[in-house]
Each structure stands twice: as C-alpha cells, then as structure tokens.
C-alpha cells in the first residue's frame, strides 16, 4: 500500500513539474507561413548564430516561420501584392517562443558579453537596450501575429536596401529616420504601405517589425517550440 501511494504521489509530482501541453505544439489556429504564403523566403535568424546574442536562441528547433492563420493569410495578401512587381517578402523571425525571449533576457543581463555591438548595437549601450525599447520582457512575437521582414526581388532573391540591416538596434532603423538614402526611405515606405494595407501596424523603433491588427491572441504569449 506505501508503495502504491509513494508511486501515486510520483506520479502527481511529476505532472507539476510537466510543461503544459501549450508548452509542446502549436495550438490550433497556428500555421507554418511558407506553406500559405507562396514564394516566401526564410531567413530565421534566431534558429542560427548570426544574431545579436551570437547563439542559437532557446526555442528555435526549426528554421520555420509560424504564424497565427490570419496573420500568415494576410501575409500571402502582401506577396500577392508584391509579386506584380517582381518582389517578395523576406521573414526574419516569426512566432518568438516565451523562452526565447527569456534567453534574451538572460543575455542583457550579462553586460560583459558584448560581442555583437559592432554590428547590431553600435550607437545604444546594452544597459539602455531595454529602456530604448530594442529589447523587451515580453515580445509580441509570442502572441503568434508578428513578424520581421523585409522586401526582395523575385528575380535573385536580393534584398532591397533599407538603410539598415535587420536588427540593428540604432536610430538609423527607425521607420522615420533621414539619415537614410532617398532609395531607402522609398523602400521602406514600400513595405509599410504594403504591410499597412494587408492590416499590419508598424512599429517606430524597426523598419522590420509589423503586429495584425485584429490579432487571435492579443492577451495570449505562447511557449511551445518552433519545431
């Protein structure tokens, strides 16, 4: 009888300790974007080392872009767009698991690792990294609805110049810098028409970063994996 409860009382310990089922799988109501949208390409940043971490991010077990359904169709709304003119959408990052945000968290934290300042925040110290609001404790990347993205040419897959490259955390990647060239502002204002129109907001720290509007899950931050 001792051993029977010992096992029960195992077995409950063990089912506290269990990540949650929304934890492991996509819910329902999420989808892998490169099969909705057509011709989407994928650079997942995160799921590799060149980053501003240096490191493969905690949560990226697949270079995949998981969105929420209608974020991922009102994506395909913008490629369809961009396609009569011999461009397409390039995604850097996608649905941004809970722990992933965790990890940059972590990161920040070690203020010696600076590794990637020359690169990705040249003009911020890292200790003002979450007061300039680069880095944030929650992201709304894990509510599923917001991606990172740029603009390329069908042709040759070539980016279009923006001004800055993705996550460079600097003034020069606000949507409403000038320091940028003519070419560059044009094409920012290209992909926020493009994004804005298909019910995307902008965001004014990062040419990049767009949010549906009418997102499924505005109160919700996921955790499973991208796998």
Not at 30 to 40: E, H, P, Q, T, Y
Not at 59 to 70: D, M, N, S
Not at 114 to 125: I, L, Q, R, S
């Amino acid at each position: 009888m001792r051993l029977a409860r010992a096992r029960v009382h195992a077995t409950l310990l063990l089912s506290l300790l269990a990540p949650p089922a929304l934890a492991q799988a996509p819910p329902a109501g999420f989808v892998d974007a490169a099969a909705v949208v057509d011709g989407l390409a994928v650079d997942m940043r995160y799921f590799g080392a060149h980053n501003f971490v240096g490191t493969k991010i905690d949560g990226y077990e697949a270079p995949r872009c998981l969105l929420t359904v209608a974020a991922a169709d009102a994506l395909a709304t913008v490629q369809r767009e961009l396609a009569g003119r011999g461009l397409g959408l390039k995604v850097f990052d996608c649905y941004r698991p809970q722990r992933a945000v965790a990890h940059f968290m972590r990161w920040a934290q070690n203020i010696d690792d600076v590794n990637g300042k020359t690169e990705f925040y040249p003009d911020v110290d890292k200790l003002d990294l979450f007061k300039e609001g680069y880095i944030a404790e929650r992201s709304g990347h894990s509510r599923g609805s917001t991606v990172d993205l740029t603009v390329v040419r069908q042709a040759d897959a070539s980016e279009l110049d923006m001004g800055s490259p993705f996550d460079l955390f600097s003034p020069k990647s606000w949507p409403s810098d000038r320091s940028v060239s003519a070419l560059a502002e044009n094409n920012r204002a290209l992909l926020t028409a493009a994004m804005t129109s298909a019910g995307f907001r902008p965001y004014d720290k990062e040419w990049w970063h767009f949010t549906l509007a009418n997102e499924p899950f505005p109160d919700t931050y996921f955790d499973f994996p991208v796998r």
